[in-house]
């Protein structure tokens, strides 16, 4: 398999992961909270980075580079998937009630603020909505963060394999 098929699939498994996500959110209507936001964006982070690398399908050097970048978003996924789960583990009364909705919060703060305050947790990002085979979905996002990272440092590191030649 060639690096840009391999990125190419790395693309459309985000796509998939990021369809299911909206999927939750208007069919099965389960409103994300903002920590569930921040790992939306790292899984489209991580997708872009694969439809470019696939797009560009550069030389070694520039597959190390995308191999970097990939890893870079996947580790800031699976920080914030990590946190929530670590908000979502506290016994109840522990977290803060639900604050103001990350638009408020955008509008009205400067983005480090928002940071600060997503990150920090609140009651709706304490709530476990929805499970699947014991897991919620904070543990699912860190499960692919994980997979997509790996996946993509063995897409874009290993040597390609040699070309046909007729």
Known sequence: MTARTANSLGALACAALLAYAYY????????????CIFQRVGIFAIGIVFAVAAAHDPAAWGRRVYAGLLLLAALATIGVAARHLYIQ??????????????????????????LVKVLTGSGECAKIEWR???LAMPA???????????????????????????
């Open 24 to 35: 939750a959110q208007y069919v099965m209507h389960l409103e994300p909270c903002p920590l």
């Open 132 to 134: 699947f085979l014991g």
């Open 89 to 114: 583990s506290l016994p109840p009364g522990t977290v803060a009630a639900c604050g103001a909705s990350l638009d408020f919060m955008l509008k009205v703060f400067p983005l480090t603020d928002v």
């Open 140 to 166: 699912w996002v860190l499960i692919a963060a994980i997979a997509t990272g790996a996946y993509g440092l063995w897409a874009n590191i290993r040597r390609r394999p040699p070309m046909l030649r007729f």
